[in-house]
């Protein structure tokens, strides 16, 4: 049994947050470059709040707006702070989705796949905010979370506000009663993420269904999308004495540990699961990589993946 003080922990250290996102320095220049070379090229110009000269929307004053920007008349009538937005004209937008469900609470080797995705996503994200690009944030909790599209450090400080907090082991999402299923979330990613933007979804795609291939595949045509696989060695949990529970989309698998082969089966499921989510990502036009909760160097997949 885990003590409530550890239990209670945020998932990161203030110490292992400023390491992942100093690390993230060294391939601002290049990213930056990247960047450049795209909007001069006509190709990644998208319509994401920014610093633009087109319109885009009114909405709540963030600390750390413009006050230039501060929209009086709206204010006035609202008698809240209201900011007037804009389109950005010279980068492509990133949304990063951190899921933090049932599921992703759990680890066998290192570390919680949850906290694996964490390190992930400040480390993109430290190297998004350093080299200027609009960031906008969905985590999938309980209840989960929307973040619009931020510029510079402000974005990553509201990441890890969220995204930090405790996450102690559960059985299920909530109170079990609305658990979130990948076609409700899909649906969700498609309408409030911007098209032509960049989407990188950090999760272990428990609950997957072959149902929610035709989502996938317009997610995929929205915008560009790029699935990082949370992985763990092991990924399965007791289901009663003596046997084990693999978890597989809407099924459940069992093995009895006294069975001959059991785990030579188990094994051949799992890598079974991992190939079918991959080949149904990359059908579906999404760019897909995995990345193992033992993996401590986080730069060269990020470099591997982000366009």
Same mark, same amino acid.
């Given at each position: 049994?885990?003590?409530?003080? &550890?239990?209670?922990?945020?998932?990161?250290?203030?110490?292992?947050?400023?390491?992942?996102?100093?690390? =993230?320095?060294?391939?601002?220049?290049?990213?930056?470059?990247?960047?450049?070379?795209?909007?001069?090229?006509?190709?990644? &110009?998208?319509?994401?709040?920014?610093?633009?000269?087109?319109?885009?929307?009114?909405?709540?004053?963030?600390?750390?707006?413009?006050?230039?920007?501060?929209? @009086?008349?709206?204010?006035?009538?609202?008698?809240?702070?209201?900011?007037?937005?804009?389109?950005?004209?010279?980068?492509?937008?990133?949304?990063?989705?951190?899921?933090?469900?049932?599921?992703?609470?759990?680890?066998?080797?290192?570390?919680?796949?949850?906290?694996?995705?964490?390190?992930?996503?400040?480390?993109?994200?430290?190297?998004?905010?350093?080299?200027?690009?609009?960031?906008? *944030?969905?985590?999938?909790?309980?209840?989960?979370? @929307?973040?619009?599209?931020?510029?510079?450090?402000?974005?990553?400080?509201?990441?890890?506000?969220? =995204?930090?907090?405790?996450?102690?082991?559960?059985?299920?999402?909530?109170?079990?009663?609305?658990?979130?299923? @990948?076609?409700?979330?899909?649906? $969700?990613?498609?309408?409030?993420?911007?098209?032509?933007? #960049?989407?990188?979804? *950090?999760?272990?795609?428990?609950?997957?269904?072959?149902?929610?291939?035709?989502?996938?595949?317009?997610? $995929?045509?929205?915008?560009?999308?790029?699935?990082?696989?949370?992985?763990?060695?092991?990924?399965?949990?007791? =289901?009663?004495? $003596?046997?084990?529970?693999?978890? @597989?989309?809407?099924?459940?698998?069992?093995?009895?540990?006294?069975?001959?082969? =059991?785990?030579?089966?188990?094994?051949?499921?799992?890598?079974?699961?991992?190939?079918? &989510?991959?080949?149904?990502?990359?059908?579906?036009? &999404?760019?897909?990589?995995?990345?193992?909760?033992?993996?401590? #160097?986080?730069?060269?997949?990020?470099? #591997?993946?982000?366009?």
């Amino acid at each position: 049994m885990f003590s409530n003080d &550890i239990l209670n922990r945020p998932l990161l250290t203030d110490v292992e947050i400023k390491e992942l996102i100093d690390a =993230a320095r060294d391939t601002v220049q290049n990213n930056t470059r990247q960047v450049s070379q795209r909007a001069r090229m006509g190709e990644q &110009i998208a319509s994401v709040i920014g610093s633009g000269s087109d319109f885009a929307e009114v909405r709540a004053y963030h600390s750390g707006d413009d006050p230039r920007h501060i929209d @009086w008349r709206a204010t006035a009538r609202s008698q809240v702070s209201l900011v007037r937005t804009y389109h950005s004209e010279f980068s492509q937008p990133v949304c990063l989705l951190i899921d933090r469900r049932a599921s992703m609470r759990f680890a066998t080797r290192v570390r919680l796949k949850v906290t694996q995705a964490l390190r992930m996503a400040l480390w993109l994200g430290g190297r998004e905010a350093r080299s200027g690009r609009e960031m906008s *944030l969905v985590i999938l909790d309980s209840p989960c979370h @929307w973040v619009p599209a931020q510029q510079g450090m402000q974005a990553l400080k509201l990441m890890t506000t969220l =995204a930090n907090t405790p996450c102690p082991p559960s059985a299920t999402d909530g109170d079990g009663s609305n658990i979130l299923e @990948w076609g409700k979330i899909l649906s $969700g990613l498609q309408q409030h993420v911007a098209k032509d933007s #960049e989407l990188i979804l *950090l999760t272990d795609w428990y609950g997957l269904k072959d149902s929610d291939s035709k989502m996938l595949r317009i997610l $995929g045509q929205h915008c560009t999308v790029t699935a990082i696989h949370i992985t763990d060695p092991s990924e399965v949990s007791p =289901a009663f004495s $003596g046997s084990l529970k693999l978890h @597989w989309g809407s099924k459940d698998h069992y093995f009895s540990a006294s069975e001959n082969n =059991a785990s030579a089966q188990l094994s051949h499921d799992l890598l079974t699961r991992a190939e079918a &989510i991959a080949i149904r990502l990359r059908q579906a036009n &999404i760019n897909y990589c995995s990345l193992s909760v033992e993996q401590d #160097e986080l730069s060269v997949v990020g470099a #591997e993946i982000v366009l």
